[in-house]
T-cell receptor, first 115, second 113 residues
Framework: EAGVAQSPRYKIIEKRQSVAFWCNPI?????LYWYQQILGQGPKLLIQ????????DSQLPKDRFSAERLKGVDSTLKIQPAKLEDSAVYLC?????????????FGEGSRLTVL | GENVEQHPSTLSVQEGDSAVIKCTYS??????FPWYKQELGKGPQLIID?????GEKKDQRIAVTLNKTAKHFSLHITETQPEDSAVYFC????????????FGKGTMLLVSP
C-alpha cells in the first residue's frame, strides 16, 4: 500500500515570497492533516480536513497560510508571503476514519527554509 | 487547549540498557495516548498507543503505562539497540467536539553500541 506522498521535499525561498506544498494521502483515507514541525519541537496541527471540509483550522495563521482539499483527496498548503519564522518541516498525515480513531499516517515532510 | 509536557529532551543509553520517557497532559478528558518514533528525514511513525481504559500495554520490547489520576504516561524500551536511536514523541487527544492530537516536544534517544 502506498504511503502519504508529499512534494517538494525541500524548498528554499526568500522572505515575502510564496510557496505551495502538495499532499496525496493514502487511498481511501477520509481525514487529512497538515502539521508544522519547527526544529527541535513536536508537530503542531495547522489544519484538519474531513473529506473536503475543514474540521479545525484554529492554529492556521490565516493572514498568510491557506489550504484546500479539492474533491476530498489531494491537498495543497500555501504560504504567502513567507516569514523567517515559517522555516520548518510541513508534515501531511492521513487517517482512515471520518472522525479521529487512532493512528495517523505521516508523509516524509516538506522542509522549508526561508532566508 | 491541551498541553503535553515531555521529559527528558535527550537521553543517552548503552546498548542493552532500558530507556524511559515520561509525559504529562493537562486535559482530563483525554482518552488516547500514542507514541511516535521519528527517524532522521522521515515522518513520525506510530510505535505503540494506549487508551484510557487500560493501565499498561506491551509490545515486545516496548511498553506504555498510563496513570489517569496523575495525568501522566510513560514509554519503556527494554534491551535497547542502536536502531532504537531516534526522536520519540508522546501525544494526547484534545477533545473539542472532535478529537485531534497534541504532541510533546520530543525526546532524542541515542543508543551507543
Amino acid at each position: 500500500e502506498a504511503g502519504v506522498a508529499q512534494s517538494p521535499r525541500y524548498k528554499i525561498i526568500e522572505k515575502r515570497q510564496s510557496v505551495a506544498f502538495w499532499c496525496n494521502p493514502i487511498s481511501g483515507h477520509a481525514t487529512l492533516y497538515w502539521y508544522q514541525q519547527i526544529l527541535g519541537q513536536g508537530p503542531k496541527l495547522l489544519i484538519q480536513f474531513q473529506n473536503n471540509g475543514v474540521v479545525d483550522d484554529s492554529q492556521l495563521p490565516k493572514d498568510r497560510f491557506s489550504a484546500e482539499r479539492l474533491k476530498g483527496v489531494d491537498s495543497t498548503l500555501k504560504i504567502q508571503p513567507a516569514k523567517l519564522e515559517d522555516s520548518a518541516v510541513y508534515l501531511c498525515a492521513s487517517s482512515p476514519g471520518a472522525s479521529f480513531t487512532g493512528e495517523l499516517f505521516f508523509g516524509e515532510g516538506s522542509r522549508l527554509t526561508v532566508l | 487547549g491541551e498541553n503535553v509536557e515531555q521529559h527528558p529532551s535527550t537521553l543517552s543509553v548503552q546498548e542493552g540498557d532500558s530507556a524511559v520517557i515520561k509525559c504529562t497532559y493537562s486535559d482530563s478528558a483525554s482518552n488516547y495516548f500514542p507514541w511516535y518514533k521519528q527517524e532522521l528525514g522521515k515522518g513520525p511513525q506510530l510505535i505503540i498507543d494506549i487508551r484510557s481504559n487500560v493501565g499498561e500495554k506491551k509490545d515486545q520490547r516496548i511498553a506504555v503505562t498510563l496513570n489517569k489520576t496523575a495525568k501522566h504516561f510513560s514509554l519503556h524500551i527494554t534491551e535497547t539497540q542502536p536502531e532504537d536511536s531516534a526522536v520519540y514523541f508522546c501525544a494526547a487527544t484534545f477533545n473539542s467536539g472532535y478529537s485531534t492530537l497534541t504532541f510533546g516536544k520530543g525526546t532524542m534517544l541515542l543508543v551507543s553500541p
